[in-house]
């Protein structure tokens, strides 16, 4: 399989770990609150790209049996000093598992997947999931792949063509809202918010 990471962004994160991981970044506790109403009690959740693990946290505290990972070993270690439990080093092409979770939390993370590769990796998602299962992740808005100052690269999707990525027809339900946010850079954005269910 092609690599779905781009090794300038890994670089970014690995170089600004701590400085990304203490800036006291809370929850995303209004996505969080409607992801969590729609698993079972207790269910399993897998988090892609967990940063700090602040979001890692929140879900635990609610009771789920959560799976945080991290592309990034600098970030992963620091989410596991947080957590106070180990975080899997995990790339996005190395999802594994066959009906595995109730639920995949990608918050602020798939929007550094190549566009080619990001159909392959929504796709393994999907066959993770349990039947039913939930799938939420966050992309910055925009009509073409590029890169921010930072260096670090966005597939800045519109809404339409995540649709074409997800492809409609893989799950019972596909629900794309947009607002506008921050983000590292300190720059207004353009959310995408995505949650897609698995039909049961």
């Known amino acids: ?10 670089k970014f994160y690995a170089n600004e770990a701590e400085a990304y991981t203490t800036r006291g970044q809370p929850a995303s506790v209004h996505h969080l609150r409607t992801f969590m109403a729609r698993l079972p009690r ?20 609610g009771g789920f049996d959560v799976v945080p990972t991290d592309g990034t070993p600098e970030i992963a270690a620091a989410a596991a000093k947080r957590l106070g439990r180990p975080v899997r080093v995990l790339l996005f092409e190395d999802i594994d598992g066959t009906e595995s979770y109730d639920g995949i939390w990608a918050d602020a993370c798939l929007l550094h997947v190549p566009r080619a590769q990001l159909p392959s990796i929504v796709g393994q998602v999907h066959a993770a999931l349990k039947p039913g299962g939930v799938f939420y992740a966050s992309f910055k808005a925009g009509e073409a792949e590029g890169r921010d100052r930072f260096g670090r690269y966005y597939n800045y999707p519109s809404a339409e063509w995540l649709e074409q990525a997800y492809g409609v027809d893989h799950w019972s339900a596909l629900e794309i809202g947009q607002e506008t946010g921050g983000g590292y850079d300190g720059l207004p954005t353009d959310w995408l918010h995505v949650t897609a269910t698995k039909a049961g």
């Open 1 to 10: 399989m092609t690599e779905a990471k781009d090794h300038e962004t890994i």
């Open 42 to 61: 207790g269910g399993r959740v897998l988090e892609l790209g967990c940063g700090a693990g602040q979001d890692s946290e929140a879900m635990l505290g």
